[in-house]
Nanobody
Framework: QVQLVESGGGSVQAGGSLRLSCAAS?????AAWFRQAPGKEREFVAA????????IYGDSVKGRFTISRDNAKLTVYLQMNSLKPDDTAVYYC???????????????WGQGTQVTVSS
């Protein structure tokens, strides 16, 4: 079974930046980031194809967040810029969707890392 471990979360002021990391135990087809804020459903953030580098983003983060991967380190990153209080959530790494890349039906999930953005 694939293991995914997130890190890099923390607290930041609005307008600031954070970079999240997801260390994987092996290379997969797609890797993605989701987030879940208190009282809200889990939301798709971004996904990347490991082989080609093709990326897709949720509408709420386009132009602000960037997903990337390091093939040698088997690590996926989420660079978050121009952070807003609405970005506050637990961020989860996921791998290999069962359907579309924006679907919640992924085969593997990490435990999550907290991101808090203050105004």
């Amino acid at each position: 079974q694939v293991q995914l471990v997130e890190s890099g979360g923390g607290s930041v002021q609005a307008g600031g930046s954070l970079r999240l990391s997801c260390a994987a135990s092996g290379r997969r087809w797609y890797a993605a980031w989701f987030r879940q804020a208190p009282g809200k459903e889990r939301e798709f953030v971004a996904a990347i194809n490991w082989g080609t580098g093709f990326t897709i983003y949720g509408d709420s983060v386009k132009g602000r967040f960037t997903i990337s991967r390091d093939n040698a380190k088997l690590t996926v990153y989420l660079q978050m810029n121009s952070l807003k209080p609405d970005d506050t959530a637990v961020y989860y790494c996921a791998a290999d969707p069962q359907g579309s890349v924006a679907s919640l039906k992924y085969n593997y999930w990490g435990q999550g890392t907290q991101v808090t953005v203050s105004s």
